[in-house]
């Protein structure tokens, strides 16, 4: 028996609505998209005021105008501060407080702790 | 003089080549950047070289170079902050803040908001978010 077949019909399939949505996903893409690298910095803030003096032993990190920091009130660079620390740190149980004051920025403040953290007093504490 | 102009003729362009360009570009935006994780304009972060790795970023405070704090592009006094992240009891002391600011911002400033937050709300964990610097 011969079957009636239908003769098949050449579709042509129009490209415009494809191109609109790809173009429309790349603009997407392009303005949402970015390759910065963000990465994130533990913040322990603690204020000044109504604080108990303990016996611990600290070391004391000022971030003073322009960045310039000093260490127990000796004036270093920001790259030697690891190393100024360490020799410092006789003690482990030793406290690392950072102290920003006015003039000091954002920027300054993170370099000062991310040098902080390389040293042997991984947990420095950020003060007012 | 009668110039002769030279009849265009109407022929169907070729889209698959350009289709394929964009597409190409399409992949390579898919596959090389992350969608950026917050919207605040303006705000230029601090950098820093080695810095622990960003899992999720949730629960953002911006702070603009003003000192302004905002919960998702509108303005929120400290004071409102718990509402403005519409936390239930006790969810906040579970949650880490993730802060973005400007690294203009004068640090004393940041501290200043940071201690308000920390009397105000018990978080888990107060991170800065800043930029990894490929130096």
Same mark, same amino acid.
């Given at each position: 028996?011969?079957?009636?077949?239908?003769?098949?019909?050449?579709?042509?399939?129009?490209?415009?609505?494809? =191109?609109? @949505?790809?173009?429309?996903?790349? =603009?997407?893409?392009?303005?949402?998209?970015?390759?910065?690298?963000?990465?994130?910095?533990?913040?322990?803030?603690?204020?000044?005021?109504?604080?108990?003096?303990?016996?611990?032993?600290? &070391?004391?990190?000022? &971030?003073?105008?322009?960045?310039?920091?000093?260490?127990?009130?000796?004036?270093?660079?920001?790259?030697?501060?690891?190393?100024?620390?360490?020799?410092?740190? =006789?003690?482990?149980?030793?406290?690392? &407080? &950072?102290?920003? =004051?006015?003039?000091?920025?954002?920027?300054?403040?993170?370099?000062?702790?991310?040098?902080?953290?390389?040293?042997?007093?991984?947990?420095? @504490?950020?003060?007012? | 003089?009668?110039?002769?102009?030279?009849?265009?003729?109407?022929?169907?362009?070729?889209?698959?080549?350009?289709?394929?360009?964009?597409?190409? *570009?399409?992949?390579?935006?898919?596959?090389?950047?992350? *969608?950026?994780?917050?919207?605040?304009?303006?705000?230029?972060?601090?950098?820093?070289?080695?810095?622990?790795?960003?899992?999720?970023?949730?629960?953002?405070?911006?702070?603009?170079?003003?000192?302004?704090?905002?919960?998702?592009?509108?303005?929120?006094? *400290?004071?409102?902050?718990?509402?403005?992240?519409?936390?239930?009891?006790?969810?906040?002391?579970?949650?880490?803040?993730?802060?973005?600011?400007?690294?203009?911002?004068?640090?004393?400033?940041?501290?200043?908001?940071?201690?308000?937050?920390?009397?105000?709300?018990?978080?888990?964990? *107060?991170?800065?978010?800043?930029?990894?610097?490929?130096?």
């Amino acid at each position: 028996m011969q079957l009636e077949t239908t003769p098949k019909r050449s579709l042509k399939l129009s490209l415009t609505p494809l =191109i609109d @949505v790809v173009f429309l996903l790349l =603009i997407f893409f392009m303005l949402a998209s970015t390759f910065s690298r963000f990465t994130s910095l533990p913040l322990t803030a603690r204020s000044g005021e109504g604080q108990a003096a303990k016996t611990m032993s600290f &070391i004391l990190v000022r &971030i003073e105008k322009e960045g310039t920091v000093t260490v127990n009130g000796q004036r270093v660079e920001v790259a030697t501060l690891v190393e100024t620390i360490d020799q410092l740190a =006789i003690k482990p149980e030793m406290k690392l &407080i &950072i102290k920003p =004051i006015e003039g000091s920025s954002v920027q300054h403040l993170v370099s000062v702790l991310e040098k902080a953290r390389q040293s042997k007093l991984k947990a420095p @504490v950020v003060m007012r | 003089m009668k110039l002769h102009y030279e009849e265009k003729t109407q022929g169907e362009e070729n889209l698959i080549p350009l289709i394929n360009i964009v597409f190409l *570009i399409l992949i390579f935006f898919l596959i090389a950047t992350v *969608i950026r994780p917050f919207s605040a304009k303006d705000i230029e972060l601090a950098t820093a070289i080695k810095q622990d790795e960003l899992h999720k970023l949730t629960n953002t405070l911006v702070i603009d170079k003003q000192g302004t704090t905002m919960v998702r592009g509108a303005p929120v006094a *400290i004071e409102n902050i718990k509402e403005a992240f519409s936390f239930e009891d006790g969810q906040a002391e579970k949650e880490t803040l993730n802060i973005i600011t400007d690294k203009a911002l004068p640090a004393d400033k940041l501290l200043e908001i940071v201690s308000k937050l920390s009397s105000e709300v018990k978080f888990a964990k *107060i991170k800065l978010v800043i930029e990894k610097n490929e130096r």
